[in-house]
């Protein structure tokens, strides 16, 4: 028992630095290569510095790092398992008695433990310092207004209406909006009031109405209801449930929101009538990050711990790299399926991690019992 803690402890150590070196190595190429788009991107703007580009950069690497840790995991894998296979001290484990699955467990739980780090650490300061690089980008090089520059401007929402009815709703239609000083205006404004059974109560059009601190201001509002005459323009005031942020973010990428506040923000966008497959794609995706870091150890291991005595080595380990890359790309088209609604969104995070790690663990229990 102290024999087989000990090699688990001297090989989770030996894998964490393989893929801590990864890491460091991948997202360092990786976020070369986007500093280089950055600054092409650039050239077209001489108000725009090299330390704004440089901060931009800087801001979205824990992004970049998140995106890689899948990667890093396999390719640290498989130089563990390979170091530790040419230089015999795995060959002598399985001699002395210990199998491939007691000396694969602890690397195989330091994968899931990376990988509920990124998930419940790093996500969140990912999320916002991505949140502050698209918002550098936004306004600094490119020429569209952000998030909101959809559908030409207009913009449709839905939100709860509690004072018309318990079960109300308000739908409101904008034909242009824009965010000026943390406030959201919007233009020539239509709300359509519903009880619980979708009647409409009131109809109220507005020049223009300013989401302020849990309410809509509604300015030179004529309200309409049925069987009865418009009522002279006034200021309305609507409660909300929504922010500036909140509607911004539903138009912005579900990678700038952190795995906290994606619950909560889902069902915003339930009630406000937004789409949130992406969203829930995606905090299903970091859910499943943890179960698919463990799968890339066992990949990894599979492919690499075969004596290089055999021969062969140099073809098992690029079979585990097309292998691991295999399954990140079937995890995408997943992921893509899922968007489209095609697929649950819950399979479409989870099944190919879980078929991922079926057949890692039918190829060990092939190298090692067949």
Known sequence: MTATLTLSVYIVRQFSLAVCGMLLALSGLVAMFDFIELLRRSASHPDVSFGLVAQIAALRLPFVAMQILPFAVLLGGILCFWRLTRSSELIVARAAGISAWEFLTAPTLCAMLFGIIATALISPVSSVMLARAESLDNTFLRSGGGPLALNGGQLWL???????S?????????????????????????VFRLDGEDRLLTRIEAIRATLGSGRWLLENASAIRPDQLPQPPAVISLPTDLTVNRVQESFASPDTLSVWALPGFIALLD????????????????????????TMTLVSAGFSMRPARRGGVAKMIGSGVAAGFALFVVSKVAEEIGQSGALPVVLAAWAPAAAGLMFSIALLLHTEDG
Do not use: M
Not at 158 to 164: A, E, G, K, L, T
Not at 166 to 190: D, F, N, W, Y
């Open 166 to 190: 318990p079960q109300g709703v308000a739908i409101i239609h904008a034909q242009s909006v824009e965010v000026h000083r943390k406030q959201l205006i919007a233009h020539r404004v239509s």
């Open 271 to 294: 009630r406000s009538g937004f789409s949130s497959i992406r969203h829930r794609l995606h905090f299903q995706a970091l859910l499943a990050l943890p179960l698919l870091a463990a």
């Open 158 to 164: 839905r939100q709860s209406d509690h004072q018309i």
